[in-house]
């Protein structure tokens, strides 16, 4: 069983930044590939970024390519998300998961173990 802790959202101008960590907690987690999904009311879980079990792959969705970097300290058992020039519709809660396998996975179906989520909020 894995244990995910999300933390780092709170309330940001547009344009500023935030850095969400994701500590796990459980099995190894070296041996994870995690990733952050975001959801906001009355719409479906959105991927945003992915990052591989050995961190050499990473991934993201078009809109935050460029401003989103996704990380891992595996010493730590964390997992991380610098944002970057946030915009107000990056305004969501976030969410990390875990996949105990190699590669990497861009959708929620194929995640194993969820955090419980921390909300991001961009304000104009």
């Known amino acids: 069983q894995v244990q995910l802790v999300e933390s780092g959202g709170g309330l940001v101008q547009a344009g500023g930044s935030l850095r969400l960590s994701c500590a796990a907690s459980g099995r190894t987690f070296s041996r994870y590939a995690m990733g952050w999904f975001r959801q906001t009311p009355g719409k479906e879980r959105e991927f945003v970024a992915a990052i591989s079990w050995s961190g050499a792959s990473t991934y993201y969705t078009p809109s935050v390519k460029g401003r989103f970097t996704i990380s891992e300290d595996n010493a730590k058992n964390t997992v991380y998300l610098q944002m970057n020039s946030l915009k107000p519709e990056d305004t969501a809660v976030y969410s990390c998961?875990?996949?105990?396998?190699?590669?990497?996975?861009?959708?929620?179906?194929?995640?194993?173990?969820w955090g419980q989520g921390t909300q991001v909020t961009v304000s104009s």
């Open positions: 998961a875990a996949k105990i396998s190699t590669g990497i996975y861009f959708n929620s179906y194929q995640y194993d173990y």
